[in-house]
């Protein structure tokens, strides 16, 4: 379990960071990437509260 | 009830504070790394990148001023503050009333508190700017000293309200709250600033110096707004910190390190937060002003969200308040060393409603470069004082720790030498027209001097 959290949370970092290099080679918009960084925003955060919770 | 459980509980907590910290909790220098790194990627970041841009800043004087500026305050924290705080290992408060006494080292501690008042005050503005996005309220212009209105008031006081409240119940939840957040936060600085980069006609990476000079950092002010050089950005980022550095506030942390090298760890800190965000929330500000015909409003939230939506909006939240926080508890202590015997919530809801009174006043934030290089320069002349104290006294025949071994609750020669060198710095800038921010490197060299002439003649009354 802990190890799936950890791997959610790297992948919402991921998220964060990746789709705005997307944006530069115009593979994705500006608006996929807001949206692609608030689900990485969630995903990192997520998992590290429940972890900080427990 | 609760309140005073939490409180007692605060209390329990062993930092240290006066006897050096022991070997068992010494920690190696890629924990000093991490944290050097978040504690500089925080709300000021999103005012200071763009402030370079209004102030003029050229391309090439920004990538250099910072490089060379940022690589200066790390030699200051590596030889100057880390050598003696894992030599000591007591905080800065424990050393000052060794040297200065207990009365002085309280003066100080109000001076420290009241900064870190205001710091706090201008992250709580910051989170504010953020929290309006959804209410439109007419936000302040980077020439504006006064509130923009009523709506501007009510969200910074109930920003400030929640962060006061939050700080009252203890600083290590909001600490670990940080640590998660920091790595995300400069990511979000770094995505924001690659992902508007082609709305400012970078099509490739070669594009990007010539667009930088033409369209980010142009070399022209915006009104009202003075011009910056290579000189006000190499010293404004070697001394923005200066009141931890030379001013030695970080022996507090460093007195943790296993080795002194630990303060080339601050490297961490300067590149990523003074160096990466800066640089970063500078192109975010440059779009804004493109898009706007150069509108003058200054709001870092508004500026994040539309660069990046409400992930933006989040960061500039979190950003002001895991700024703020911990600013408002520390703000708390400072005050509390003078009132050791009050209640350390209560002083820091006194605290805390100080600090949202300050942030109604977008001067605050505005005139932000002018006030970090202020609030190094009052503090800094402490930590000459320390300096020479603890190296050149025992070498030239002075008393070191004066205060301690004559059992004085005032040194007159340290207090000689801090108010004499904010007046001698006051002077030098009457004078000769030199801005704040070069002051420093001058004012630490005159606070040494004063102090080594003041404590010969102060300490003879003890040799006769």
């Known amino acids: 379990m802990k190890i799936l959290l950890k791997l959610v949370s790297i992948a919402g970092l991921i998220l964060t960071i990746l ?35 427990k | 009830m609760l309140l005073e459980k939490l409180s007692a509980h605060l209390e329990e907590v062993k930092e240290y504070e006066r006897e050096p910290v022991p070997a068992s909790r010494w920690r190696g ?25 209004a102030h003029g800043a050229g391309a090439m004087d920004l990538i250099l001023g910072l490089l060379l500026g940022n690589f200066l305050a790390i030699l200051s924290w590596a030889f100057i503050c880390a050598p003696i705080a894992v030599r000591e290992r007591v905080t800065l408060y424990y050393l000052l009333e060794k040297i200065c006494g207990k009365h002085l080292t309280n003066a100080y501690n109000l001076v420290n508190a009241l900064m870190f008042c205001f710091l706090a005050g201008s992250m709580i503005a ?32 109930l920003v400030g309200t929640v962060t006061t409240f939050v700080a009252t119940l203890g600083y290590d939840k909001v600490e670990k709250f940080s640590s998660i957040a920091a790595p995300w936060m400069i990511l979000v600085f770094l995505a924001a600033a690659i992902a508007v980069l082609p709305e400012l006609g970078v099509k490739n990476w070669g594009d990007f110096f010539q667009v930088a000079q033409d369209k980010i950092w142009t070399g022209k002010p915006l009104a009202g707004q003075s011009k910056f050089t290579f000189w006000h950005i190499l010293f404004f980022a070697w001394f923005c910190n200066m009141a ?19 303060g080339f760890a601050s490297a961490g800190g300067m590149y990523v937060g003074h160096y990466v965000a800066w640089l970063a929330s500078g192109i975010l500000y440059a779009l804004f002003l493109q898009q706007s015909n150069e509108n003058l409003e200054f709001a870092p939230g508004p500026v994040a969200y539309s660069a990046v939506g409400i992930t933006g909006a989040i960061c500039v939240i979190i950003a002001g308040w895991t700024t703020a926080n911990p600013t408002i508890y520390r703000a708390g202590l400072a005050l509390q060393a003078i009132m050791p015997k009050a209640k350390t919530w209560k002083i820091t809801l006194i605290v805390g ?43 030239i ?25 904010l007046l001698a710095c006051y002077l030098i800038a009457k004078t000769t027209g030199l801005e704040i921010f070069f ?21 003879k009354k003890w040799s006769k």
């Open chain 2, 439 to 459: 002051l420093g490197l001058p004012g630490w060299f005159l606070a040494a001097l004063i102090y080594i002439i003041s404590s010969y003649a102060y300490q």
């Open chain 2, 29 to 53: 220098f890629k924990s000093f790394l991490g944290m050097y790194a978040g504690e500089h990627t925080a709300g000021t970041e999103f005012v200071i990148g763009p402030l370079f841009v």
């Open chain 2, 126 to 157: 910051v989170s504010a700017t953020a929290i309006g996005i959804p209410f439109n309220i007419p936000l302040a212009k980077l020439t504006d000293w006064l509130p923009s209105g009523l709506p501007w008031i009510i969200i910074v006081v």
């Open chain 2, 397 to 421: 025949g002075l008393q070191s720790n004066l205060a301690v071994v004559k059992n004085l609750t005032f040194n007159i020669a340290a207090l000689v030498t801090w108010l004499g060198s």
């Open chain 2, 353 to 395: 409603s100080i600090t949202t009174l300050a942030a109604c006043f977008p001067a605050l934030v505005m005139q932000l470069l002018d006030f970090v290089a202020l609030y190094g320069l009052v503090l800094m002349p402490m930590g000459a004082i320390i300096f020479i104290d603890y190296w050149l006294f025992p070498r």
């Open chain 2, 244 to 262: 931890m550095h030379i001013g030695m506030a970080d022996m507090s942390i460093l007195r943790y390190a296993k080795k002194w090298t630990a």
């Open chain 1, 19 to 53: 789709p705005s290099i997307g944006v530069f080679y115009e593979v994705i918009s500006q608006e996929e990437n807001k949206y692609f960084m608030l689900i990485g925003t969630l995903l990192w955060f997520g998992p590290k509260i429940i972890f900080k919770a």
